[in-house]
Structure formats: structure tokens, C-alpha cells
């Protein structure tokens, strides 16, 4: 099990006190999930049964500054603790936010587990005695890697949920169970805001080991055709076997995006999630230049075509800068650019430090090399990638492979000749 944190005492601490004045304090949800899987967790939620909110909120007040994330929902933030009664919630609406909640400290747990949305979010541990609450076996689940609804009635109440599916089956290398993947291409997705499914889709970009698990669950429940039908229409988009065995584009794509996993090392978070997508959209131009041309199936000048449906997925995330970094413009460079690494290094004695200096101030040149790198990485076969090592190697030895050079004659310059 992973080791006891500060928090997790904190947390002991208020269950013990929640034990006193009478109630039952829980800790339930991912901590509970991420602890039997042998992992370690910051985030702790506590369910306290049997104490009405005023006692609740006076017992937590002991504990420090105590804040009302929602006077509806009583859920309470205590030292970086969420605090919260069992609630019921009713669909009251569209949208996946439109519900009526209602804190409700009598509440078995049972009935409280399940309006959580996956049976491995649905485990309650009590850290006073060490006991496990598991009404809907999401122990078995885990050991399964099985992901698997808790309610089939009232899971489709939201529709953020079918993202959820991809990016746990992803992070913990879940299959899911038939009925969750017919649920989850049974709900419709298009209240979602943006920024929600951009919240998922990070997750699925960042957190896996392999992306491509929940890529292909989500391709599986159709939400890739409902949300970013760009990757869509690279199913069944063929590809010339002596360069790509693995298949289509779609094959292709997800083996690109697990090798940018890989390469996240030393990157900030902006430029993690550019990489990414730029792993997601690099190829986005095959479907409409590939043609087989002189026995071979080629995708001529699909780099530049894979710049409008790049932008019109940015466009749909509403994606632009991200801590301070402009990842649009990265985004856009990793896809027109992707080729330029192989392609340059073919003919290396021949391109000049110009060349590299120019394309410099179109897109961040280690982000490049590692996209391209990944590229023919993501391919089986003993293909040699020797072109990004040098394209690399040659971009520190100028000095742009994270921005593009200062000029020479700068604005002050001018000023001081007057």
C-alpha cells in the first residue's frame, strides 16, 4: 500500500471525530481506487453519514478554515480534504450539469455509492477499522481491469461521463464491460462545453502510459466521431505496407501518440500537451491526398493539408495558449513540419543554418524532433531514426531548438543611430 500521508492522518483525525459526535466518516471515491490498486493518491474525499450539516460544519471548524464548496451539495474543504454528506442527485434538465442535489445524512452507503458513475469509484474504506464497503464489487472489478457502470439507469444523466470512460480505461488499462460501451454510445454528447472535454481529453493525453487504450474505446463508443472527427476519418485510411505494416492511419496515429507519451521527459506542461497533439493531429492531412500513385499508396503534400482539420479541432477545443505558451501556433507548426526532419536529413550537406533558423520561428525545433522521432516510432519494423538525433543535435549547435534566433539589429539599435 502506498505510505501514509500527512493528509490521510488529517483525515483519520476527522473521522475520529466524526466517530464521537456519533456519525460515520468514509473515505470513498479515487483515493479508495488508488489505493487498491497500490498507488498513490493526493486527492482525499471523506462521506460522513449520520450527522446533519450545521454539526458537521461546527465539528470541522476544530480542523481549521473550513469552505462551502456549495451550500446544496454540503461539501466542505478542510486542509485540502473534501468533506462531504451523502447526496441524491436529480436530473432536472439538459446538460451535464443540471441536477438537483440534496445532502441527505441518513442515507445508507450503499444507496450513496450508487450514484457514482463506475463500480472501482464506488468503494467506501473506513480508516478507523480498515474495512472495505463494496456493494457493487468494484474490488473484483479492479482486479479484472474491468470498467464497469454502477447504475445503467441513471449513468447516461451525464453525458461527461462517456469521457471519464476513456481516460480511466486509459490511465488504469481497463477494458470495458459490453453494456458500459453500449451505455456510453447510447449518450449524447453535444452539451458538452468545450472546456470539459478539453479538461478529459488532457487527462487522456497526460496521465496513461498509453493514450491509446482509451482512443480506442472512445473510437469503440463512437465518441470519436462525435467529437473529434478529424481522428475519425483517419479510420480505414490506408497507408503503403513497406512504410507503415501496422496498418491504417488510425493504427498509425495511436501508435504515434503512446511513442509521444514516452517523450515527455523534461517538458512543461504547455509543451507536453503541444507534443501530444500534435501526435493526434500529424497525419490529419492523409485522408484527403492519399492516392496510390505509381503502385505505391502515397499521401503527397499531407502535412499542409493537415493544417485546416488541425485548426478546426483547436478551433472546437477552443484551445489557444496554455500557461502563457502559444500551443495553437505549435499544434499547427508540429503538423505543417512533421516531415522536415526526415526529409532534411536525407539531404543534410545541404541544408544550411538558414534553413534551420527559419523554421525556428514557425515551431519549437526539440518539439519537432521528438514528434518525429515518435513518428517513425510509432511503426513496427526496424526503421531507422537516426534523422531526428541529427536534426536535434543540429538545431543545439545554433542554438534555436527551443526559439527562434534574435536579430541582429534590434530597436534600440536604430534609436542610437538616431
Given at each position: 500500500?502506498?505510505?501514509a500521508?500527512p ?10 471525530a ?10 470513498v471515491?479515487?483515493w ?13 474525499d ?6 446533519p ?15 462551502t464548496?456549495?451550500?446544496?451539495f ?21 446538460g ?8 441527505d445524512p ?6 450513496a ?13 473506513d ?10 464489487d ?16 441513471t ?10 470512460a ?12 459490453p453494456?458500459t ?5 447510447s449518450i ?8 470539459r ?16 487504450i ?10 470519436i ?9 483517419l ?5 503503403e ?10 493504427i498509425?496515429t ?13 517538458l ?14 500529424h497525419d ?53 513540419h512533421h ?29 519537432l ?14 526503421f531507422?531514426?537516426?534523422?531526428m ?16 534566433p534574435?536579430p541582429?539589429l ?9
Open positions: 500500500m502506498p505510505p500521508e493528509s490521510l492522518a488529517h483525515a483519520v483525525a476527522i473521522a475520529e466524526v466517530q464521537r459526535a456519533g456519525g460515520r466518516a468514509l473515505l471515491g479515487g479508495v481506487r488508488d489505493r487498491l490498486l497500490g498507488l498513490a493518491s493526493k486527492d482525499i471523506l462521506e460522513v453519514f449520520g450527522l450539516a450545521p454539526a458537521l460544519r461546527a465539528l470541522l471548524e476544530r480542523f481549521g478554515r473550513v469552505e464548496v456549495g451550500e446544496s454540503t461539501v466542505y474543504k478542510v486542509g485540502g480534504i473534501d468533506v462531504a454528506l451523502p447526496r441524491r442527485e436529480s436530473k432536472i434538465g439538459r451535464h450539469r443540471a441536477f438537483a442535489v440534496e445532502g441518513g442515507m445508507p452507503f450503499e444507496e455509492a450508487r450514484r457514482r458513475d463506475f463500480t472501482i469509484n464506488a468503494v467506501g474504506w480508516p478507523l477499522t480498515g474495512e472495505y464497503l463494496d456493494p457493487f468494484g474490488r473484483a472489478d479492479l482486479a479484472r481491469r474491468l470498467l464497469r457502470v454502477v447504475d445503467p439507469v449513468f447516461p444523466d451525464d453525458s461527461l461521463r462517456v469521457l471519464r476513456v481516460q480511466l480505461a486509459a490511465r488504469f488499462e481497463l477494458s470495458a464491460d453494456q460501451v453500449s451505455l456510453c454510445r449524447p454528447l453535444d452539451d458538452l462545453p468545450a472546456e472535454i478539453w479538461g478529459e481529453l488532457e487527462k487522456l493525453l497526460l496521465l496513461p502510459a498509453r493514450p491509446s482509451g482512443f480506442a474505446l472512445a473510437l469503440e463508443s463512437s465518441a466521431h462525435r467529437l473529434l472527427p478529424e481522428m475519425a476519418a479510420v480505414g485510411c490506408e497507408q505496407p513497406e512504410w507503415h505494416p501496422e496498418g491504417d492511419v488510425w498509425h495511436l501508435l504515434v501518440i503512446d511513442e509521444a507519451r514516452n517523450r515527455l521527459d523534461g512543461g506542461r504547455s509543451d507536453r500537451i503541444a507534443l501530444m497533439l500534435g501526435a493526434v493531429c490529419f492531412g492523409k485522408p484527403a491526398t492519399t492516392a496510390f500513385l505509381d503502385g505505391r499508396i502515397r499521401s503527397l503534400g499531407h502535412e499542409e493539408a493537415g493544417v485546416a482539420p488541425a485548426v478546426a479541432l483547436l478551433d472546437r477545443l477552443n484551445l489557444h495558449s496554455i500557461d502563457g505558451r502559444d500551443v495553437r501556433t505549435q499544434v499547427i507548426g508540429l503538423t505543417a516531415l522536415k526532419p526526415g526529409a532534411w536529413y536525407k539531404v543534410r550537406d545541404e541544408v544550411s543554418d538558414g534553413a534551420f533558423r527559419r523554421l525556428a520561428q514557425k515551431v519549437d525545433l526539440e518539439l524532433a521528438r514528434l518525429a522521432a515518435s513518428d517513425c516510432r510509432g511503426r513496427p519494423g526496424d531507422d531514426c537516426t534523422a538525433e541529427w536534426f536535434l543535435e543540429r538545431a543545439r549547435s545554433l542554438g534555436v531548438e527551443h526559439e527562434p534574435k541582429i534590434l530597436g534600440r539599435h536604430l534609436l542610437a543611430l538616431g
